[in-house]
């Protein structure tokens, strides 16, 4: 007999449903309630746990009753891991991602996509997370614990006294509006000590801001993220000579051999080449996916010095 579970079209409908409402705390925490009815009556124990401390939460930021002492149920920055050893922040993919093309297909709440940030809602924190941090990002008072837990995260042991920390901004995610892609960027002047970097389809943004005349931060590198609407166009262009970019990021089609070797590690001249092959009349650089190990000095995606300009490739997987 097979096991139900909590499908990814139920956490695709409830979303969408949240987002038609603006994120509005009242639709949020109707649909956590729904969620949490939907986990019980089909004993997912862990959904039911998760979902039960974002809709407390959810609910006192109804009423304003949270006090700026209490911290959100779920940690807002990743510290980093195996995978990405930096300090990270992500909300929901797709929904939150203007700029997205053939990387977020949606029809009737079934996802025919390959964007990869879904394939962690299979585990109950990481979507609440996602959501929790969506619905923060949409309120000046959000914001504003935003910036607080940030502030106490860097005042972390291995953090004070650093000059270079790197924060990987929007690892599932975009810049979803003008206002908030300001604010963020207004936030990297206010820590200097952090180096921002990260991966937008939102182009429209960018250069929407930049027609205000916004003086940009030193400390962010833009890489531009393919299968966008807003690729190869004038936004494209315009963004590429703003003082932030650092060079596409470009997920390219392989076959199935030169995936497994890349996945592996171990390259050999005739994969490379075929990664190579989508950019023939350019210099380009292979990430090897496992952030950090780019290069001895720095990773490449966050260096404007180093790889300013330089196409960065990686297959699709």
């Known amino acids: 007999m097979k096991k139900e579970t909590i499908k990814r079209s139920y956490l695709m409908k409830i979303t969408a449903a949240m987002k ?15 969620l949490e009815y939907k986990a019980a009556s089909i004993n997912k124990t862990s959904w039911l746990k998760h979902s039960e401390k974002l809709s407390r939460y959810i609910y006192m930021l109804k009423w304003d009753a949270v006090p700026r002492a209490i911290a959100p149920p779920f940690k807002l920055f990743q510290p980093g891991n195996g995978k990405l050893p930096f300090l990270s922040w992500s909300t929901l993919p797709g929904f939150n991602c203007p700029g997205a093309g053939s990387c977020w297909v949606l029809t009737k709440n079934k996802f025919a996509g390959w964007c990869y940030s879904v394939k962690a809602w299979r585990y109950p924190a990481a979507y609440l997370r996602q959501l929790q941090n969506t619905v923060l990002e949409q309120t000046p008072a959000g914001r504003q614990i935003i910036r607080q837990e940030l502030k106490k995260e860097l005042q972390r042991p291995k953090y004070r006294g650093l000059d270079h920390i790197p924060l990987r901004l929007y690892v599932d995610g975009d810049f979803s509006s003008l206002e908030l892609l300001r604010w963020w960027l207004d936030l990297a002047k206010e820590f200097k000590q952090l180096k921002i970097y990260g991966y937008s389809k939102s182009l429209h943004l960018f250069e929407e801001l930049a027609r205000t005349g916004y003086q940009w931060p030193t400390n962010y590198a833009l890489n531009g993220s393919s299968g966008g609407r807003y690729e190869n166009t004038g936004f494209h262009n315009a963004v590429k000579k703003l003082p932030i970019w650092r060079g596409d990021f470009s997920a390219v089609p392989v076959s199935d051999h030169t995936r497994k070797l890349w996945k592996a590690g171990k390259l050999t001249a005739a994969a490379s080449e075929e990664i190579r092959g989508h ?10 996916g496992l952030c950090g190990s780019c290069t001895s000095k720095s990773h490449a995606c966050g260096d404007k010095e180093r790889f300013n300009k330089t196409t960065i490739v990686i297959p699709l997987h």
Not at 279 to 288: L, R, T
């Open 279 to 288: 950019y023939p009349d350019k210099k380009v650089f292979i990430c090897p």
């Open 20 to 34: 038609r409402s603006g994120w509005s705390f009242s639709a949020v925490y109707e649909q956590l309630c729904n």
